[in-house]
């Protein structure tokens, strides 16, 4: 039986991995940072069921002696780097917090990693945001990079280090570029949750519009449920590598609000407004990911399609909303 350390086990992804190893029969370890709304805290693995199957450690990805001291009681076998700020557009406004989270904390991780456990397989979660201004039509592992936010150029620093820590120290450290993925745990300041939320609510009746940023960019999505076998899956190789993940469809904002909208038996265009003070500084325009590798070597791809995931999103934001109104928990 193995033992997984999980940091941002609160977030989307953290949850869907925790949910994800517990069925493989792992012993799940999670780092938590301290709130005065830790009610609020573990919604996402209420939602799935597993908060108590789960073992939460207080501490915080920017403070080392934590990172360390956690590693240490846990010894575990794999460790998953999850935590971030993980939202581009508050990058924008908070980019020193954003590089001494997303960049030094996981500078923080591997140190904990290489002093007290250099056998524990470990796992960097980067992102397609890391390629940015797109250097090539499709971006596979060898397309350059170019960061377009603070937060990308801190996942860049945080995926270099772990290459680093791969090849100075040996550690079996592996980066996932993984591009957008989403389902009904993805944070409601994400557009594509946004969108579904805003669906439900208009619905619903609870609202009639919906005000947007850039309709025109375009991204792969993918769900969150299938995207996380593929960082188990880099932990099972000999060696370790990094592997871009993504579905190889990419689709506008404009569209995806349709296919929302449309699943409601709503249209679009009567509900979606813009407001120039959602547009970002600098954009991403498109991203488009080649799986090939991960695909040939991890024998991994994307199974849910962007059909499925939008339709799933949207009846479950209205089930929380329903229960909102009729006074019931929605879990
Ligand atoms: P979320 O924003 O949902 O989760 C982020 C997690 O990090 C939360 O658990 C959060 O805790 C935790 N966290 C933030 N700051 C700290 C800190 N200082 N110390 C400890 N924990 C902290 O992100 P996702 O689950 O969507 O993404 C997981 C990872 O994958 C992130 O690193 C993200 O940048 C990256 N990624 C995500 C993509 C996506 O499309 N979802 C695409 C590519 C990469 P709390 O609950 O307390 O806020
Ligand atoms: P990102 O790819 O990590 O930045 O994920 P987001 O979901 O935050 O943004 C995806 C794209 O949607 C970006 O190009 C945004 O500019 C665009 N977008 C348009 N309107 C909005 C909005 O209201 N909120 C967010 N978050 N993004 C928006």
Redesign the pocket.
């Known amino acids: 039986m193995k033992t997984a350390l999980i940091?941002?086990?609160?977030?989307?992804?953290?949850a869907y991995l925790a949910s994800f190893l517990l069925d493989k029969g792992y012993t799940v370890h999670g780092?938590?940072?301290r709130?005065a709304s830790a009610e609020i805290?573990g919604e996402r693995l209420r939602w799935l069921g597993i908060i108590d199957r789960v073992k939460l450690h207080d501490?915080?990805?920017?403070d080392l002696s934590s990172c360390i001291r956690i590693v240490e009681a846990v010894k575990p076998d794999e460790v998953y780097n999850?935590?971030?700020?993980?939202?581009v557009h508050a990058s924008f406004q908070q980019p020193l917090l954003t590089g001494t989270?997303?960049a030094l904390?996981a500078a923080n991780m591997l140190e904990a990693v290489r002093i007290v456990r250099p056998e524990a397989r470990f796992y960097q979660?980067?992102?397609?945001?890391m390629f940015g201004k797109i250097q090539e039509p499709i971006q596979s592992e060898r397309t350059p990079f170019y960061p377009r936010s603070p937060y990308a150029v801190a996942?860049l620093y945080a995926h270099w280090m772990t290459v680093n820590y791969r090849e100075s120290f040996g550690l079996h450290a592996s980066s996932g570029i993984?591009?957008?993925?989403?389902s009904p745990l993805?944070?409601i300041e994400f557009v594509t949750r946004k969108v579904t939320d805003g669906v439900a609510r208009i619905k619903l009746g609870l609202a009639d519009t919906l005000m947007l940023g850039n309709l025109d960019a375009t991204r792969d999505w993918g769900h969150?449920r299938d995207f996380v076998q593929a960082m188990w899956a880099m932990l099972q190789q000999d060696v370790a590598d990094d592997y871009v993940i993504a579905t190889g469809r990419t689709t506008s904002i404009r569209e995806f609000c349709r296919m929302a909208f449309a699943h409601a038996g709503l249209d679009w265009q009567d509900h979606v407004r813009t407001s120039d003070a959602l547009l970002r500084p600098s954009e991403v325009e498109v991203l488009l990911g080649d799986a090939g590798k991960a695909n040939q070597a991890l024998g991994w791809r994307a199974t849910t399609t962007l059909e499925q995931m939008v339709a799933e999103m949207v009846d479950t934001d209205i089930v929380r909303h329903s229960a909102r109104i009729a006074g019931r928990p929605a879990v």
């Open positions: 940091t941002g086990i609160t977030g989307q992804d953290g780092l938590l940072r709130s805290i501490g915080d990805l920017i999850l935590a971030a700020q993980s939202f989270v997303t904390g979660a980067s992102s397609s945001e996942k993984l591009f957008n993925h989403e993805r944070g969150a």
